[in-house]
C-alpha cells in the first residue's frame, strides 16, 4: 500500500508524501529509516543527494522569502496549540515544502554538521598530566548513560584501581565497559550511599547521575529536586565523612542564567552552588564542567525523529533558535580536565571555549527529514515549560564574553582564564557570597520535598534561586556587575521584558550600593 498523500497545490505533480503513523508502516520500512541516525560520518554531499532526490518529487520552489514563509507557518497556526485539524497540517506541510527547497543545501549542512560532531574530542592531555588519575578509586555516578560511558571509556585507560558505576536499577548501561564495577544505588538514599563509601572508599568522584530532561522536569518536579539538588548534597556528605580527595560535578550550560523559573535549569545551578561551598571548605578539591548540547544522546534529535515516525507535526519552539553542540567525547575530556586541574580551597567551573557555530532548529528539523525522507510539517509551537525564550539582557558582556565560552555568562568571563590542562577550555573561580538566607531557603526547600507538591516546591526553589543569585552578585566583581546594569537599563527601553528579568535587573542594581555612580 502506498504512503497517504495530502494534496498541496491542486496537482498531483505537488503532492507531498507524508510519514506516515508507526502502526500503519511495516517493521522493514521503519528498519530501513533508522539506520541513517546512527551513521555518524556523514558528509554533507551525501545528504545533498538524497535530499535531492526527496525534493525531486514536489514541485518547483517558488519565490517567497524565508522571512514570509515563517510568517506564514505562524498564521497557518498560531502557538500554543495542542491539537491541529487536518486543514491545518496541510497549510503546514505546503509552506514545509516551500521551506524545504529554498534552504535545502543549508538544512542538509546543518544536520550532516551535528552528526559530525559526534566524532569530535578536544587535544590530547600531556601524559604527566594523566597521573593525576592514574591508580585512584574512582566512583562515577550515572555511568550507564551517554556521558558516563564516554566517560568511562577514558577512565579505564589510566587505570584505575578500582572503576565503579552507580546508579539507580531503572538505569541500565548502555554498554558495558571492560574493568568497570557496575553498582545499583539510588543517590538520595543517605544510607545506601554512605555504606557504599565506606565499603569502597573512593579517593576519586565524578557526579553525573541526574534528572535532565528539562520538559520531564517540569512535570516531576519532586523527582528533579530530590535527585539534582539533595542526591548532590548526600554525595558531598558522604564524601566528606569518607576522606573523598577529588569531586567534580556535571553541570549545565544552562546555570549561567543570573536567574531560572525553570526546574531543571535551576536544580543544577543549585548543585552547582552545593559542589562551590563544599570545595571552598578546602578539605576536598572540587570542580564543575559545564555542557550544552551533547549530540550522541540528543533529545531534539530523538523528538523530530519519532514526530516524523508518528506522522506528527514537528513542534518548534520558534524559528530563530540555535544550540551549540558538543560530543560525548568532549563532554568526558572536559570532566577529566576539570579533574586534573581542581585544587583545595579553589573551586572553578570549567567550559569548552569554542564549541563551532550553534546549530539552527528550524534547519535541523528540515534537514532530519529531508535525509530520512520523511518529512514532517513543521508548526512554531512557542516555548513550552523548561525552556527560557529569551536570555537576561545583561548576561553577556562584549567586553569578556567573546573571548571565553559561550556556556560562562559576563560576571564569569569577566573573571576567566584558560585552563592550565588544556588550550581548547576555560575556567573561572566562581564566588558566592556567603548568606544565611540561602542555608535557610534550603531548609524550606528540603522541607518542601517531603510533601512533594509541586506548588510548593517551584515556590520554594524559586525563593531558593533569587537567595543565590543575590550571593552570586555580591560574590562578582563591582565593574562587571556595573556593566551589567547598564546593559539590561539599555535594553529595557526598547525590548519588551519578562517579570523575571526585570526583577533581575532590579536585583541587581541592589547589589549595587552606589548604582551606576
Given at each position: 500500500?502506498?504512503?497517504?498523500?495530502?494534496?498541496?497545490?491542486?496537482?498531483?505533480?505537488?503532492?507531498?508524501?507524508?510519514?506516515?503513523?508507526?502502526?500503519?508502516?511495516?517493521?522493514?520500512?521503519?528498519?530501513?529509516?533508522?539506520?541513517?541516525?546512527?551513521?555518524?560520518?556523514?558528509?554533507?554531499?551525501?545528504?545533498?543527494?538524497?535530499?535531492?532526490?526527496?525534493?525531486?518529487?514536489?514541485?518547483?520552489?517558488?519565490?517567497?522569502?524565508?522571512?514570509?514563509?515563517?510568517?506564514?507557518?505562524?498564521?497557518?497556526?498560531?502557538?500554543?496549540?495542542?491539537?491541529?485539524?487536518?486543514?491545518?497540517?496541510?497549510?503546514?506541510?505546503?509552506?514545509?515544502?516551500?521551506?524545504?527547497?529554498?534552504?535545502?543545501?543549508?538544512?542538509?549542512?546543518t544536520f550532516a554538521r551535528f552528526i559530525a560532531t559526534t566524532d569530535r574530542g578536544l587535544v590530547p592531555f600531556d601524559e604527566p598530566a594523566l597521573r593525576g588519575l592514574r591508580g585512584e578509586t574512582i566512583l562515577v555516578?550515572?555511568?550507564?548513560?551517554?556521558?558516563?560511558?564516554?566517560?568511562?571509556?577514558?577512565?579505564?585507560?589510566?587505570?584505575?584501581?578500582?572503576?565503579?558505576?552507580?546508579?539507580?536499577?531503572?538505569?541500565?548501561?548502555?554498554?558495558?565497559?571492560?574493568?568497570?564495577?557496575?553498582?545499583?544505588?539510588?543517590?538520595?538514599?543517605?544510607?545506601?550511599?554512605?555504606?557504599?563509601?565506606?565499603?569502597?572508599?573512593?579517593?576519586?568522584?565524578?557526579?553525573?547521575?541526574?534528572?535532565?530532561?528539562?520538559?520531564?522536569?517540569?512535570?516531576?518536579?519532586?523527582?528533579?529536586?530530590?535527585?539534582?539538588?539533595?542526591?548532590?548534597?548526600?554525595?558531598?556528605?558522604?564524601?566528606?565523612?569518607?576522606?573523598?580527595?577529588?569531586?567534580?560535578?556535571?553541570?549545565?550550560?544552562?546555570?549561567?542564567?543570573?536567574?531560572?523559573?525553570?526546574?531543571?535549569?535551576?536544580?543544577?545551578?543549585?548543585?552547582?552552588?552545593?559542589?562551590?561551598?563544599?570545595?571552598?571548605?578546602?578539605?576536598?578539591?572540587?570542580?564543575?564542567?559545564?555542557?550544552?548540547?551533547?549530540?550522541?544522546?540528543?533529545?531534539?534529535?530523538?523528538?523530530?525523529?519519532?514526530?516524523?515516525?508518528?506522522?506528527?507535526?514537528?513542534?518548534?519552539?520558534?524559528?530563530?533558535?540555535?544550540?551549540?553542540?558538543?560530543?560525548?567525547?568532549?563532554?568526558?575530556?572536559?570532566?577529566?580536565?576539570?579533574?586534573?586541574?581542581?585544587?583545595?580551597?579553589?573551586?572553578?567551573?570549567?567550559?569548552?571555549?569554542?564549541?563551532?557555530?550553534?546549530?539552527?532548529?528550524?534547519?535541523?528539523?528540515?534537514?532530519?527529514?529531508?535525509?530520512?525522507?520523511?518529512?514532517?510539517?513543521?508548526?512554531?509551537?512557542?516555548?513550552?515549560?523548561?525552556?527560557?525564550?529569551?536570555?537576561?539582557?545583561?548576561?553577556?558582556?562584549?567586553?569578556?564574553?567573546?573571548?571565553?565560552?559561550?556556556?560562562?555568562?559576563?560576571?564569569?568571563?569577566?573573571?576567566?582564564?584558560?585552563?592550565?590542562?588544556?588550550?581548547?577550555?576555560?575556567?573561572?573561580?566562581?564566588?558566592?557570597?556567603?548568606?544565611?538566607?540561602?542555608?535557610?531557603?534550603?531548609?524550606?526547600?528540603?522541607?518542601?520535598?517531603?510533601?512533594?507538591?509541586?506548588?510548593?516546591?517551584?515556590?520554594?526553589?524559586?525563593?531558593?534561586?533569587?537567595?543565590?543569585?543575590?550571593?552570586?552578585?555580591?560574590?562578582?566583581?563591582?565593574?562587571?556587575?556595573?556593566?551589567?546594569?547598564?546593559?539590561?537599563?539599555?535594553?529595557?527601553?526598547?525590548?519588551?521584558?519578562?517579570?523575571?528579568?526585570?526583577?533581575?535587573?532590579?536585583?541587581?542594581?541592589?547589589?549595587?550600593?552606589?548604582?551606576?555612580?
Amino acid at each position: 500500500m502506498d504512503d497517504p498523500q495530502i494534496r498541496v497545490g491542486g496537482s498531483p505533480e505537488s503532492n507531498f508524501q507524508f510519514a506516515r503513523p508507526a502502526a500503519a508502516r511495516t517493521r522493514g520500512e521503519i528498519s530501513k529509516t533508522k539506520p541513517l541516525l546512527a551513521e555518524p560520518r556523514l558528509q554533507a554531499p551525501t545528504l545533498l543527494h538524497r535530499g535531492d532526490r526527496q525534493l525531486a518529487k514536489f514541485t518547483q520552489p517558488g519565490t517567497t522569502s524565508r522571512e514570509q514563509l515563517i510568517e506564514d507557518l505562524r498564521q497557518a497556526a498560531p502557538p500554543g496549540q495542542v491539537e491541529l485539524d487536518e486543514r491545518v497540517v496541510q497549510r503546514l506541510a505546503a509552506i514545509t515544502i516551500e521551506l524545504g527547497h529554498h534552504h535545502r543545501q543549508r538544512a542538509l549542512e546543518t544536520f550532516a554538521r551535528f552528526i559530525a560532531t559526534t566524532d569530535r574530542g578536544l587535544v590530547p592531555f600531556d601524559e604527566p598530566a594523566l597521573r593525576g588519575l592514574r591508580g585512584e578509586t574512582i566512583l562515577v555516578t550515572g555511568g550507564p548513560g551517554c556521558i558516563g560511558s564516554a566517560l568511562l571509556d577514558e577512565l579505564a585507560k589510566l587505570q584505575p584501581t578500582r572503576l565503579v558505576s552507580i546508579a539507580r536499577g531503572l538505569s541500565q548501561p548502555l554498554r558495558r565497559v571492560a574493568g568497570v564495577e557496575y553498582i545499583e544505588v539510588d543517590i538520595t538514599s543517605r544510607d545506601a550511599i554512605d555504606l557504599l563509601f565506606a565499603d569502597l572508599r573512593p579517593t576519586v568522584v565524578f557526579h553525573l547521575a541526574a534528572l535532565r530532561n528539562p520538559e520531564l522536569a517540569e512535570r516531576a518536579v519532586a523527582r528533579t529536586i530530590s535527585t539534582n539538588v539533595f542526591g548532590t548534597e548526600c554525595l558531598i556528605s558522604s564524601a566528606r565523612r569518607h576522606g573523598v580527595r577529588l569531586f567534580v560535578y556535571a553541570s549545565t550550560g544552562k546555570a549561567l542564567r543570573f536567574y531560572t523559573p525553570d526546574v531543571y535549569a535551576a536544580s543544577k545551578k543549585v548543585g552547582e552552588w552545593l559542589v562551590s561551598r563544599a570545595g571552598s571548605e578546602g578539605a576536598m578539591a572540587c570542580a564543575i564542567a559545564r555542557f550544552t548540547h551533547v549530540v550522541d544522546n540528543s533529545i531534539v534529535r530523538r523528538k523530530i525523529v519519532n514526530w516524523g515516525f508518528d506522522g506528527s507535526p514537528v513542534r518548534l519552539h520558534g524559528p530563530n533558535v540555535a544550540f551549540y553542540l558538543q560530543s560525548a567525547r568532549e563532554a568526558a575530556q572536559l570532566l577529566i580536565s576539570a579533574a586534573l586541574e581542581a585544587e583545595n580551597g579553589a573551586p572553578f567551573v570549567q567550559a569548552i571555549r569554542n564549541l563551532g557555530e550553534p546549530a539552527d532548529l528550524l534547519d535541523l528539523a528540515l534537514g532530519i527529514g529531508l535525509a530520512l525522507g520523511r518529512i514532517s510539517p513543521l508548526y512554531l509551537s512557542g516555548f513550552e515549560a523548561g525552556y527560557e525564550e529569551q536570555p537576561h539582557p545583561g548576561l553577556y558582556d562584549p567586553l569578556y564574553s567573546i573571548e571565553f565560552s559561550p556556556l560562562l555568562n559576563g560576571l564569569e568571563a569577566a573573571g576567566g582564564a584558560p585552563s592550565n590542562v588544556s588550550p581548547e577550555i576555560d575556567r573561572v573561580e566562581i564566588g558566592w557570597a556567603e548568606d544565611q538566607r540561602v542555608l535557610e531557603s534550603l531548609e524550606v526547600l528540603e522541607l518542601s520535598c517531603l510533601d512533594s507538591d509541586s506548588d510548593d516546591l517551584r515556590q520554594a526553589l524559586n525563593a531558593l534561586s533569587w537567595e543565590l543569585l543575590r550571593a552570586r552578585l555580591d560574590g562578582s566583581p563591582v565593574d562587571a556587575r556595573r556593566r551589567a546594569l547598564r546593559r539590561s537599563i539599555a535594553a529595557a527601553k526598547f525590548l519588551p521584558l519578562s517579570q523575571d528579568h526585570l526583577r533581575t535587573t532590579s536585583v541587581l542594581d541592589a547589589s549595587l550600593p552606589d548604582g551606576l555612580d
